[in-house]
């Protein structure tokens, strides 16, 4: 072992903390899915086009695109910038998610 392998191996987080990093990063991610769910749900009950389906359909599977985007790209690294290419994701989702909300509301055929 090198002494750069060692002083790369000493400075690494614990498996855990990677390990609830991406389980807390999981449940707020899984809460923009649920969100997505419901909505669709309550819009579906007014009636919906097939544009509309589409647009809320993607709402519920795009934080999980998201999700898996980020983890790919933080899954190597060191904690704190795995929780930010989380934190990252939590703010395009929610851009997302914004809106798909305003246009869900603003156009009561879509």
């Known amino acids: 072992m090198s ?5 790369t191996s000493a400075r ?3 498996r855990w903390v990677s390990a609830l990093v991406v389980g807390l990063a999981g449940l707020f991610y899984a809460y923009a899915v649920w969100n997505a769910v419901a909505h669709l749900i309550s819009m579906a009950q007014t009636g919906l086009n097939g544009t509309g389906w589409a ?3 993607f709402g519920v599977v795009f934080p999980a695109l998201v ?3 980020a983890f790919a790209i933080g899954r190597r690294r060191r ?4 929780a930010l290419s ?3 994701g939590l703010g395009v989702v929610a851009v997302f998610w914004l809106s798909l ?4 509301l603003t156009l009561p055929s879509a």
């Open 3 to 7: 002494a750069a392998e060692a002083s």
């Open 12 to 14: 690494r987080s614990p």
């Open 55 to 57: 647009a809320l359909s």
């Open 67 to 69: 999700f898996g985007f």
């Open 79 to 82: 904690v704190g910038e795995l």
């Open 86 to 88: 989380f934190l990252a």
């Open 101 to 104: 909300l305003a246009l869900s």
